[in-house]
């Protein structure tokens, strides 16, 4: 689940754990304000110093991590603290918000399903007063979409300030979790014919699956969600109240997702009743027809027994028609034990109850 | 469950999420104030600036969203801040209340049943200093009785402004989910005789669908208690203190409905154990109807197979009466069996326990 | 449950919901003070605008609801606000606990048993500065001690003032959970033989009544410790500091009585499980039985038969003692199984553990 | 388990409910201060009224309840608040501290394990400015240490106040606590071993018995938390801040009990699961046995049944190896079906999984 | 679990419990500052009230507890509060953070996995204006990496207070936590499979300790992470604003361990059901089985009992081909049975169904 990388145990505070098999950093900058869009490459942690001074918006977009010096150089160009350096590169990590002196870090994670395994990249946040950086383990592209829009011009994002721009992909990130929750829901829903149909022990390992990934993506998602909570509370100078108005919806949507998480696990819970409850129905009617043969045809059997010792002197033996009169005795018991199991409804599927009174409740 | 119509992933905050199949919008305007009562449908947005000028109160309702263009005419008309018309068309959400410079938000959910579904309709208010504007998806017909009531010009409701107005529409809403959660809590109480007399497995099939519901509506009901707290607890200029103290008893009221729902719920946690015991007690019948043919039985036949062998010498077969004196044998031998098991317990239902006791508790 | 009488939906605030089926109101007026006592019958609702004047203590008892305009004249005499009216005559409710401009309100519910029903009668309190006007639906008498104690001037209650005798009454109304909690807490402990040695479904149908009753009455007494704690908390004119610390002592009582039901609830569900447990054991007794017997003689049966078979050559059947020796091969083969069977500990019930070390704990 | 001894219902609050068979009161006063120690029983309530303006620390030991007038002479002395008179002799009640005018009232309840039930006696403590009156129900003998303590003049105890000494006393009964929270939790691990060897009913009985024990020491433990709790947060006068942190030790101790408490529940829970499991494995390897048995012999028994028939035409009686031939058709039978039941693992018990991993944790 | 070893109950507070086999204290004192580093072995106590004037940071680290008069000396020493001593040798405790006047107190516990217990040692520090005091029970080696950070100058450790190193402890210890519940959510992840292809009770019984195990960690993980949040909270002269912002990184660890602690102990009531569920499954299986031989084999051999029987007059036996239109008979009964169990699903293991569905989720 997690695989963390922890640094080794007792190793100065500081250490940056960078991610094993982390590729080695792609820096995109993105500079912007109402007139126009700046965008470049940049190799040279030096440039980012200067970058750093300038009255636009300014956008840093650190993908891979794979090279700790060139982090390292990040960091200082920008003035983070090692701690917030630290969390950058810590892959995974509860999504939080932290408040620097000169700085804002906010750890967000979101979900994507890669066949039946739910995964949660992480995307950490650093917030300055006019620039944003982000830091990704590897190539992600959760936000092209934001950058076509800050190149085109598109809607509000080119007047606003570094803020607004980290809001939007946070938002971006949180949508994303909304299809997961949605496809893992379905998926149960289709569960619950198969439950009645086919009721093998495969149902409910699936079950159990689609549970663990519901408890994965609770498990980021509520972190998530206490984190915009925070932000949105918390005195600070780099997200303006005009923002955060904007990040309580966002905060909205994965309380959302939260609860349909919530009661698709309650969902999981009830199928794996119904399908237990649908196995011990079927072992039911099994034994029941198990009891039906042996209860009928063992006095049967016996009776059979009886005639067929060899005793020399078995009075019934000699009448002409004790055979047939044997007979009828047999037939006699088969009859009545049939019709009293039947009696206590236990030969046949009973009918299901009628449950009539499923229409529309009346008004009080 | 929410088949929710989010906009596409990452695109611009603002984007209005118009549920697609939602008819084009129908536009009442009710104006009132203690002198009487002006009601027109509105075509053009234009004319929707200057009526929010207006002395009296007004009373925007907005049937069906299926246009942009005029939503957003609509917004303009009023100021309404970008994230609030967001908030407005977007359906299905979480109740809420949320608070802007201009106006105040509240999304608010009722519960209709709809043959055995549990629909749950939303409306979004928006409240401002002299006027009320009702975003609805489609015409539900929620509101016909409150607009009677201004016609009519009973009751308080001429004398108030947008907040009262809001007010009694929200109860009216709220008052909606009683019935509801009654329905759903009699259909359990009628289950619990079912359970006893037919233990089919859709008896636990409707339990776990009853369950569903109530799931449903307690989803929609916990945050529609929570919003209307915070609409208490809010300092909003938009709802005066006088207007509080009836929205105080709407919060009681769905309060008293959750708490219904809730142990409805638990109800139906027994039910289905009862089920699941009540199946178990029967087969365990069946298991000691089995036991007792099978112990009975098999040794007897056993007997008799001993005396159908065809050995040469065996004297039993010989002696005149050794015929009688083995099914006189076998007699004793299935009495005595019978009496055993009796007396374990095992042949027979055992009478219910008596529980004499339940009388009135003595005073201590 | 709860047979609520609401009003007609969408109907207007301040609507009164009278429950059907309540008499006509007998209002009782007691007035006191240290000096004396005056009690008398009023029917005019003239009388009490007078009535609310006075300089002693007031109390006025309305019993029944049946007629609303004498309900409403009882508000306008005293300036009750709508919602509190609305509030007097609405049955059932949750406690709580409202403060109004002029007067605070105050519902309270105490449990009755009637058979194995749990009646939540409910009373609602007017508190104003030198009166208390309680609304009963009907007569229930809960109060007839305390109007003894006025009249006779016991203890400190005709020196107080109107909160006192609220606190008073609300006090005697929470003293009769416990008896009921009690009750339902005897009857599940003794279910506790009936399990072991009546293992019958009725039982675990009696557990869950009970279950139900305990969630009935948790369902009110957990709002009555709410309300009486937001009594406390409020910073209310309506009732003084001295009367509050009697006040917390009636919140200690009911908070022992929440918890005395919730150990109850938890009781309840072991003994659920005590019981499934139970029937599960039986049954595996009975299977143990029908194994033995079925394990014992299919086997030898199959020998028999193989010596009854008419093939022309069987040499077994010719020898002298043929027949003896098979019967002693039987013989080994029964015992060898048995004694195979009780090695496993499949026959026999096993003695109960011994559990000896139910001493003292040793001091550490 | 709460022989409650409530006041009869609706009697006017201030009535003292003496618990019934509690002995006439013994009270000792020990009055202290750094020079020395003064010890005398004390008979006349009129002594106790100059005792209480004395400079030294003064501690009242009330033992036995069963005098009224004498209780009611004692709170009269000391200008015992009603209220806090009535709480004194109340028995049980949940721990608690209450803050008065003029005293602060603790309940403190311990544990003591008597046989197999779990006893709470409880004392309550008032807590003056420089007195301390302990109420007990009979004589425990809780407080012999600490009183030999102060005659001794061991430790701080001579140099401080009343409420150092009603600290000391909170603290024995503390850590009467743990003994019997360890016990149960010992009993809980012994039956780990007797679940595996032999699953009786008794077992889960006894289970439920513990369980049911540890629920009683956590529904008092848990209030006796709280009510220190609330006694480092409130603002005293009778508790200085010196004490405080000596009491937050006390607050430490109960916590980790609760704890110990709560995990010992969840084993609990634990044990009943695999008491429940182990016997269903059981039940399964005697059916597994039956199967067999039946499954092999039953065919068999019908291959001899058939040429046991006496048709007069049939061809396989007569070949002279026609009687080993069917035998051996038999054995092929048995053998396969055998081989068939092994491979499926139906024969024969499994051998344990082996969980090799078991070693340390690898160093990330 | 907790073989706590409280002082006797009663005794004085203040009272030392040393752990019983602890060894004598090894008490080596570190002194550093950005200069240099001394350090060496203290053996006479009078040198520690010196060594606390001293201006550089002073770390003394007691290793064993088992000699009382040298603690109380190291005690007075550094004018350590009764309580906190008592709390630096009281083992084990839960994780806390206190206040004193003179120094602040910490209690951390760390995890460490012996074999397949889970054992934690505990750590209590004193963290004064310039010292740092750390108890520990018996040498266990976690602050190695740390002395040899200090002896080498690494990071910015030579440079901070007594608080940075305090800090970089607890760090230590918390980073401990995580390999172990990392190994215990490894075993529940291999035990998956085993559950499937060996289901024996050995699994149940090895899932309930990994689960002990994780409530052992949870209940140190806990209020680790509570203790933690509180020295953030905390108004304390002794930890630096600096310093917290890292420790608020530490507290991000925990509450991540805690987390992950919390979903394997979901995912192991999930492998207990599974296991639960599969043996019942087999058990039907087995059923099944043993249903088709009996329900088969039954009713044939009592049609050849049928015709075994020695009755003069049986017309059947006579003709020709009787035997063989019997024997005919019979195969179309068994054929026929075989048929009406294979169309109810009751022969051959139903395939797995077909979970096609589990593509990547449309976007929406």
Request: proline share 8%.
């Amino acid at each position: 689940m997690f695989s963390k990388n922890n640094p080794k145990i007792g190793s100065r505070p500081g250490t940056l754990a960078i991610p094993p098999g982390s590729p080695p950093p792609k820096i995109t900058v993105v500079q912007y304000d109402e007139a126009g869009v700046d965008r470049r490459e940049v190799n040279d942690p030096a440039e980012l110093r200067e970058i750093r001074g300038a009255e636009r918006v300014t956008w840093v977009d650190v993908q891979g991590l794979g090279d700790e010096p060139l982090i390292r150089a990040i960091g200082q160009a920008f003035d983070l603290h090692p701690v917030a350096l630290e969390n950058a590169v810590n892959v995974p990590q509860r999504a939080k918000s932290e408040l620097y002196e000169q700085h804002q870090l906010a750890i967000a994670r979101t979900a994507v399903l890669d066949g039946s395994v739910v995964r949660t990249p992480q995307v950490c946040f650093i917030i300055g007063p006019r620039y944003l950086i982000t830091f990704q383990e590897r190539y992600f592209g959760f936000f092209d979409p934001v950058r076509e829009r800050i190149q085109a011009g598109l809607g509000a994002i080119r007047n606003e300030g570094a803020d607004y721009l980290a809001y939007a992909m946070i938002d971006a990130m949180v949508d994303r979790y909304y299809p997961v929750a949605q496809h893992l829901s379905d998926r149960l829903e289709e569960l619950q014919d198969i439950i009645v149909d086919q009721p093998h022990p495969d149902v409910l390992a699936r079950i159990h699956v689609l549970r663990r990934q519901l408890v994965v993506l609770r498990r980021i998602g509520w972190p998530q969600r206490e984190a915009i909570n925070s932000m949105l509370r918390e005195q600070t100078p780099f997200f303006s109240d005009r923002v955060k108005v904007f990040l309580r919806d966002t905060h909205d949507h994965i309380a959302q997702i939260v609860e349909l998480i919530d009661s698709s696990r309650e969902m999981a819970s009830d199928l794996a009743e119904a399908y237990l409850s649908n196995v011990s129905h079927r072992t039911n009617e099994i034994m029941k027809v198990l009891t039906l043969m042996a209860s009928i045809f063992i006095p049967l059997t016996f009776v059979a027994g009886i005639y067929g010792m060899n005793f020399e002197h078995m009075p019934e033996l000699h009448p002409r028609h004790g055979y047939f009169l044997v007979l009828g005795v047999m037939s006699v018991l088969a009859i009545g034990m049939t019709v009293f199991f039947r009696r206590r409804g236990w030969i046949g599927v009973p009918p299901p109850p009628d449950f009539e009174s499923d229409d529309e409740p009346k008004d009080p």
